[in-house]
């Protein structure tokens, strides 16, 4: 007789596998040549779109001044630009570059490309990766619901 599955345990085990994937992709090295603080921020910020630095330090939570400090190095980079805010001159806000875009999307493709090697390998049968491919939808609308 089968039992319906227990909400808790399914988020433990889906919390603890998702971290792990996770950190696994961030820790593997890549040729985007962005430190971690430099993509969190690139991304947030073409996610947000144009934005202050303030506010995007408040989206990543850290420092104003690392955020500020993250975002020179972008901007010499090229990646983010400044320019006056629309509703106050006073303040600048920044916007993600279509170098920046494109540096995101490197990245991005490099991380798709790491994943696809190791499921091409023999480590993963072809009814598991059916498996990988069913769940997917699932877990982008059990982000989407957060």
Same mark, same amino acid.
């Given at each position: ?6 909400? &808790? ?13 996770? #950190? ?22 073409? #996610? ?28 010499? #980079? ?35 490309? +790491? ?12 009814? &598991?990766?059916?498996? +990988? ?6 877990? &982008?609308? +059990?982000?989407q619901r957060l």
């Amino acid at each position: 007789m089968n039992q319906e599955p227990d909400p &808790e345990a399914v988020a433990a085990a889906l919390l603890a596998s998702f971290s792990t994937l996770v #950190r696994r992709v961030r820790q593997t090295p890549v040729e985007s040549g962005l430190t971690m603080p430099q993509r969190t921020a690139l991304s947030r910020l073409e #996610r947000l779109g144009p934005t202050t630095s303030s506010a995007l330090a408040r989206e990543v939570q850290i420092t104003a001044q690392a955020m500020g400090a993250t975002l020179g190095v972008l901007r010499e #980079r090229g990646l983010v630009e400044r320019s006056p805010d629309p509703d106050d001159g006073r303040r600048m806000v920044l916007a993600v570059t279509e170098a920046g875009r494109r540096a995101l999307r490197d990245k991005r493709n490099e991380r798709v490309e +790491l994943l696809s090697r190791v499921l091409a390998s023999d480590a993963f049968t072809p009814a &598991e990766l059916a498996q +990988l491919e069913a769940v997917a939808p699932l877990v &982008e609308r +059990l982000a989407q619901r957060l």
